[in-house]
């Protein structure tokens, strides 16, 4: 992964805007994701959505990426390819987006639940998500990159979750993909120091099993080796005054379910 490029406050407020649009994209399709639809159509209206916004698609094209989303249903854990195949009652869907608006890409992730989804699997949902913000909370001045993994990594295994290690957060910019390179496992006081400026993806992928992956030969779909259930959760965060800000959100997704949730107010922007 190439270097750490630090970001001023007109840049991150770029970086938010394009977030923001990923994280309406996401609420929009909360609102359409239900049994008997396919991940094809909801590639469709998010593309269609995001230009409505002014905004090009983050993935499509990129690294010869087909299509607008990423869609990995149950054991799949990222970069599905969007196709034809009816979702399921019971089925769990992560979505994974991009946007590119005004130079400057935004990057985030959700897994949805189809129906009427088992316990076990809303608690993997569940925990997923919280350890999202557990790694938040360590993206801070006077902390380093592995403290990040660490807390992510400490409560997933507590819960006999395996965490994908192939696969990591990065830095984002002008570029989807930048230093520092961000892993959901990790020691304590180990990795780069976080800086003023640092804007990353935190994305946890949390297997219900094992932690080990394969990839089907489509060339791109990761799935589970054991094929049980994955999540995968994402936020794109800047370090302002020294402390992690959301420059992503997830309250259009809420908006869309009726969820309440005070999650992410301790990391909301109040001034940039
Ligand atoms: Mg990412
Ligand atoms: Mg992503």
């Known amino acids: 992964m190439s270097k750490i490029i630090l970001k001023n406050s007109d840049e991150i407020e770029l970086i938010r805007k394009s977030?923001?649009?990923?994280?309406?994209?996401?609420?929009?399709?909360?609102?359409?994701?239900?049994?008997?639809?396919?991940?094809?159509i909801l590639d469709e209206l998010a593309e269609s959505f995001i230009r409505d916004h002014g905004a090009k698609?983050?993935?499509?094209?990129?690294?010869?990426?087909?299509?607008?989303?990423?869609?990995?249903?149950n054991s799949q854990v990222v970069h599905g390819i969007p196709?034809?195949?009816?979702?399921?009652?019971?089925?769990?869907?992560?979505?994974?987006?991009?946007v590119l608006?005004?130079?400057?890409?935004?990057?985030h992730?959700?897994?949805?639940?189809?129906?009427?989804v088992k316990p076990e699997i809303k608690k993997l949902l569940k925990i997923s998500k919280e350890s999202l913000y557990k790694g938040i909370s360590?993206?801070?001045?006077?902390?380093?990159?592995?403290?990040?993994?660490?807390a992510i990594q400490k409560y997933n295994e507590k819960e006999g979750y395996g965490i994908?290690?192939?696969?990591v957060g990065h830095g984002l910019g002008k570029t989807m993909h930048e230093g520092p390179e961000v892993p959901n496992y990790g020691k304590k006081g180990k990795g780069k120091k976080i800086q003023e400026g640092m804007v990353i993806a935190i994305e946890p992928m949390i297997n219900m099993g094992s932690h080990k992956i394969k990839q089907l030969n489509d060339g791109w779909t990761i799935l589970t080796s054991d094929g049980m259930p994955s999540a995968h959760f994402e936020h794109n965060i800047a370090i302002i005054d020294g402390m992690p800000k959301l420059l992503s959100t997830f309250k259009y997704i809420y908006d869309e379910l009726g969820i309440s949730s005070d999650e992410e107010e301790k990391f909301e922007i109040t001034s940039l």
């Open 164 to 167: 994908v290690r192939e696969l």
């Open 57 to 73: 698609p983050g993935f499509l094209g990129l690294y010869d990426f087909p299509n607008t989303l990423c869609v990995s249903p």
């Open 138 to 150: 360590e993206f801070k001045i006077g902390n380093r990159i592995g403290d990040i993994g660490f």
């Open 19 to 40: 977030a923001q649009i990923v994280s309406k994209t996401l609420g929009m399709l909360a609102s359409e994701i239900k049994p008997g639809i396919n991940s094809l």
């Open 101 to 107: 608006y005004n130079g400057f890409y935004g990057d």
């Open 83 to 98: 196709n034809k195949e009816p979702l399921r009652n019971g089925d769990i869907l992560s979505i994974d987006c991009g």
């Open 109 to 116: 992730a959700y897994t949805f639940e189809v129906g009427e």
